[in-house]
């Protein structure tokens, strides 16, 4: 899986760059489904297939680290921080194996917006994570950093809306399912502030 | 916000007492609401401006830790142990944020239990945190935090009562929103049972 | 507790292999108690006495750690790997202690398929962990790693299958009862799979 020496310069913003852009392929996919509104079956297939590459990205990431003596940034920083990203589809993934395992016929409004808050930080993650490559250039990476955390509070807001309107329904079952399936998404737009911080304190370690 | 060279001995403990004097306050602001048992709405924005002020006091201890090159205590130990601090007020604003989410308008009796507990805990975390400016004197720092964790002890046997009484309601939809506000100020006592062994774990490697 | 200096290469090896031999006995009581399917006080008081028992065993590891200059694996490793062991029964803990708290009077059938996946993942941790006393060996030690991630698969299947079955009730309340120890449950058998990885990576690190 892994061959030779890593360059030891770039091999590590390869596997981030290469996983920022797939999870970017995931989040266009959750928007396309939440946008359609009914059948969640061939979105999630598609989303599940990502996650096993994404997967397979984080693996060779980590097997790289252990078998590189010098790395461009602290060891632990890359080691945390590839695996926060892939926290983030797995949540996505979660959530939506979830409205499969529970039958949801209908997807919720509010996916959608949270679809769409989701691809606009995985998007300044991919900036971020470029803008690594170039750690002197701190200023552009912070700012990023802020985007992303901004959209984890845009995250927030809809997220109090759309538990709100799901509380309003009488069926307690489907507040049941709705409320687990919310909370999955939850967790990946957390997961990408968790990314903006690790990525804000390699920047301030390193300068 | 950080200016100069911190006072190597002192700086982060200041950090520490001033954020453990707080967490203070905003169990008994919890105190205080639990016990009038109605309106949530005065006490979520004050524990809400309390929670502000908690996060900028760890950031700002986080900032001073990246700047700092000898310090006090081991830097990774600072850093768990000022965001396990952190995570106490976070979990009682997100306990008492569901409250007005889900249109509460009236606070269950245990929750006044829970807020005593929280606010004995606080108070021994304030009496351990103090301690640590002299570590010598390990064993007043360990007896603190053993009466931590017997008021996490007890805090489980409020949970258990408290969760107990709410599966005899009829109201599924009910039982869904107090489940999780249980849930989150548990989250908030089991945080202090973490403080408690961090605290412990710097006396025991600095003896 | 801990008495002189410990024999540098065994001490810890030791501490693993009591904890895994009991996390053994506790799935077979949760196997018994499963298969009789009825009342679960009695086995819910002998899982939590094992449970106080790997308490001990984990805290007498934590404490030689702290009091031995040279470790056979690496501090931090030796450190995670007992506290996610442990994490395994307090899981177990939880939901069996769940039951007891919502009255449950009838153990769900698939509450016998979690406790024999539950048991045969301990079975392979006790052969990793025996493992690590002959590291070179580290085919072997890798295979039983796989094997616990295959039990883990299972196990999620397990799950899904068990909350498709929980939904199709209609009492609300008691599919909350239920989804929160099921829950539990998994968190159990995720452990089991962080525990993997955990001996994995030091296979790994050490080779």
Same mark, same amino acid.
Request: proline residues 1%; aromatic residues 8%.
């Given at each position: 899986?892994?061959?030779?020496?890593?360059?030891?310069? $770039?091999?590590?913003?390869?596997?981030?760059?290469?996983? =920022?852009?797939?999870?970017?392929?995931?989040?266009? #996919?959750?928007?396309?489904?939440?946008?359609?509104?009914?059948?969640?079956? +061939?979105?999630?297939?598609?989303?599940?297939?990502?996650?096993? &590459?994404?997967?397979?990205?984080?693996?060779? *990431? +980590?097997? @790289?680290?252990?078998?590189?003596?010098?790395?461009?940034?602290?060891?632990?920083?890359?080691?945390?921080?590839?695996?926060?990203?892939?926290?983030?589809?797995?949540?996505?993934?979660?959530?939506?194996?979830?409205? @499969?395992? $529970?039958?949801?016929? &209908?997807?919720?409004?509010? +996916?959608?917006?949270?679809? &769409? +808050?989701?691809? !606009?930080? @995985?998007? #300044?993650?991919?900036? =971020?994570? !470029?803008?690594?490559?170039?750690? !002197?250039?701190?200023?552009?990476?912070?700012?990023? *950093?802020?985007?992303?955390?901004?959209?984890?509070?845009?995250?927030?807001?809809?997220?109090?809306?759309?538990?709100?309107?799901?509380?309003?329904?009488?069926? @307690?079952?489907?507040?049941?399912?709705? !409320?687990?399936?919310?909370?999955?998404? #939850?967790?990946?737009?957390?997961? *990408?502030?968790?990314?903006?911080?690790?990525? &804000?304190?390699?920047?301030?370690?390193?300068?």
């Amino acid at each position: 899986m892994f061959r030779g020496i890593l360059p030891k310069e $770039y091999g590590f913003y390869d596997y981030f760059e290469k996983h =920022a852009a797939m999870t970017i392929l995931t989040c266009k #996919e959750l928007v396309k489904m939440a946008s359609e509104g009914g059948n969640t079956t +061939v979105a999630s297939r598609t989303i599940k297939d990502y996650e096993h &590459e994404l997967d397979k990205i984080t693996h060779q *990431c +980590v097997e @790289a680290l252990h078998k590189t003596f010098i790395t461009p940034i602290e060891r632990n920083d890359i080691h945390t921080l590839i695996k926060r990203m892939d926290d983030i589809v797995d949540s996505i993934d979660a959530a939506v194996l979830r409205m @499969a395992l $529970y039958e949801i016929t &209908e997807v919720r409004s509010d +996916v959608k917006d949270i679809a &769409e +808050v989701l691809l !606009k930080a @995985a998007i #300044e993650i991919e900036k =971020a994570l !470029k803008g690594l490559r170039n750690i !002197k250039n701190s200023d552009y990476i912070k700012e990023k *950093c802020i985007a992303i955390r901004e959209f984890e509070s845009e995250g927030d807001l809809i997220f109090r809306q759309a538990l709100s309107n799901l509380f309003k329904e009488t069926d @307690a079952i489907l507040v049941i399912k709705w !409320k687990e399936i919310y909370e999955r998404f #939850e967790k990946a737009v957390d997961r *990408c502030e968790d990314v903006a911080n690790i990525i &804000e304190s390699i920047v301030i370690t390193s300068s």
